[in-house]
Nanobody
Framework: QVQLVESGGGLVQPGGSLRLSCAASGIIFRFYGMGWYRQVPGKQRELVASITKDGRVTYPDSVKGRFTVSRDNAQNTVYLEMNSLQPEDTAVYYC???????????WGQGSQVTVSS
């Protein structure tokens, strides 16, 4: 059974930082590209960071320079370091595992990030 378990969300003030973690089980983690997505009510889920199985990373302009994705294949875990957070970063953040099609079939349960003073 595939599980992606996220942790690390919460409430942070504007300009603050958070680190999300996503621990995977039930898959051969090193074979998968991993992505972080976010969603706010009434909007489509959007990709905010991805890392291939070989470690190549991509970010949309909205988070480039502020967010950093990394992975630890020994721990079957992917991370999202978020700095200089702004209220518009408020969303539920999801991790995703994909081999061919993106996004892939496996999703975490979601982690709420709220940026507010």
């Amino acid at each position: 059974q595939v599980q992606l378990v996220e942790s690390g969300g919460g409430l942070v003030q504007p300009g603050g930082s958070l680190r999300l973690s996503c621990a995977a089980s039930g898959i051969i983690f090193r074979f998968y590209g991993m992505g972080w997505y976010r969603q706010v009510p009434g909007k489509q889920r959007e990709l905010v960071a991805s890392i291939t199985k070989d470690g190549r990373v991509t970010y949309p302009d909205s988070v480039k320079g502020r967010f950093t994705v990394s992975r630890d294949n020994a721990q079957n875990t992917v991370y999202l370091e978020m700095n200089s957070l702004q209220p518009e970063d408020t969303a539920v953040y999801y991790c995703n595992a994909a081999i061919t099609t993106v996004p892939g079939p496996y999703w975490g349960q979601g982690s709420q990030v709220t940026v507010s003073s």
